[in-house]
T-cell receptor, first 113, second 116 residues
């Protein structure tokens, strides 16, 4: 039973446009959400996070939106750059579970020059 | 430089052998984790440790063992009982797993294990 789902395995956007990556979750105990960027054969790099007490968090070109009622979050990258091409993982954690992360299956973003 | 160091980067194992993957962190983090990634899939939790001398099984602990004798070290042994060990292994750490609010988990560069 996948508690964190990324339903789009891949996404292609033009350089300079907005990239929107989506993530859905089922466990209502999740209260902290993170996005990671990953290149092949490398460890994931932390991008941005959001607590369940917020609905938006922004850091430079990256913005994460959280809709708790829909159990949905999204990562917006604007403007998209070719260097953003990577696999993006959504992850969630809950209090009382050693804050272990539950990951989605990832979305391969390709930014076309 | 503070960080998480995994070694070796690439490891080949013969069937029936145990191998140990090293993970060291100098971030002074209390919590450490081991994840496994298979091609085209997300990361799955093998074991985690919230504090020295304590560790817990994750979702896919069968065929693996760990120890946490020092705060900075959390080695993972892949035993011969692990039926499908070929994968990319990631070690991670977090400052504290017991905080009321979430914290960021940081990852090492990963280790590729291939069974030959």
């Amino acid at each position: 039973d996948q508690q964190v789902k990324q339903n789009s395995p891949s996404l292609s956007v033009q350089e300079g446009r907005i990239s929107i990556l989506n993530c859905d979750y089922t466990n209502s105990m999740f209260d902290y959400f993170l996005w990671y960027k990953k290149y092949p054969a490398e460890g994931p790099t932390f991008l941005i996070s959001i607590s369940s007490i917020k609905d938006k968090n922004e850091d430079g070109r990256f913005t994460v939106f959280l809709n708790k009622s829909a159990k949905h979050l999204s990562l917006h990258i604007v403007p998209s750059q070719p260097g953003d091409s990577a696999v993006y993982f959504c992850a969630a954690s809950a209090r009382g579970s050693a804050r272990q992360l539950t990951f989605g299956s990832g979305t391969q973003l390709t930014v076309l020059p | 430089d503070g960080g998480i160091t995994q070694s070796p980067k690439y490891l080949f194992r013969k069937e029936g052998q145990n191998v140990t993957l090293s993970c060291e962190q100098n971030l002074n983090h209390d919590a450490m984790y081991w994840y496994r990634q298979d091609p085209g899939q997300g990361l799955r939790l093998i074991y985690y440790s919230q504090i020295v001398n304590d560790f817990q099984k994750g979702d896919i602990a069968e065929g693996y063992s760990v120890s946490r004798e020092k705060k900075e070290s959390f080695p993972l042994t892949v035993t011969s009982a692990q039926k499908n060990p070929t994968a990319f292994y990631l070690c991670a750490s977090m400052i504290s797993a017991s905080s009321a609010s979430g914290n960021t988990i940081y990852f090492g560069e990963g280790s590729w294990l291939t069974v030959v």
